[in-house]
């Protein structure tokens, strides 16, 4: 059975001319071409962007919170005591 390649797929976009220059000019700055210039920056902002949607953080009181509820959970009140009796009878 051979290896299947995945093909390389292509991307367009229309920009100004002023916004081709500046961005040539950023590629030569780097050493690479234009549109390995782009494709780098893209992924980087991709990966920036989905690390921040990753990542939760939170100040220093709420951090104290949330570890306080984990090593001290609150009693389960009426209605969860009611949905987990629900799950297990099958009626969720």
């Known amino acids: ?16 001319e002023e916004v ?3 961005l040539t000019q950023a590629a030569e700055l780097s050493g690479a071409t ?3 210039f782009l494709v780098q920056a893209a992924l980087e902002k991709a990966q920036r962007m989905i690390e ?8 220093m009181q709420d951090s104290v919170w949330f ?7 609150p009693k389960p009140n009426a209605k969860l005591l009611q ?3 629900a799950h297990r009878q099958g009626l969720h």
Do not use: G, H, W
Not at 3 to 8: D, E, L, R, S
Not at 67 to 73: H, R, S, T, Y
């Open 1 to 16: 059975m051979q290896a299947v390649m995945p093909k390389n797929e292509r991307v367009t976009a229309r920009i100004s």
């Open 83 to 85: 949905a987990v009796a």
């Open 20 to 22: 081709k220059l500046l």
């Open 52 to 59: 921040q949607e990753n990542i939760i953080r939170l100040s």
């Open 34 to 36: 234009l549109n390995q």
């Open 67 to 73: 570890f306080n509820a984990l090593d001290n959970p």
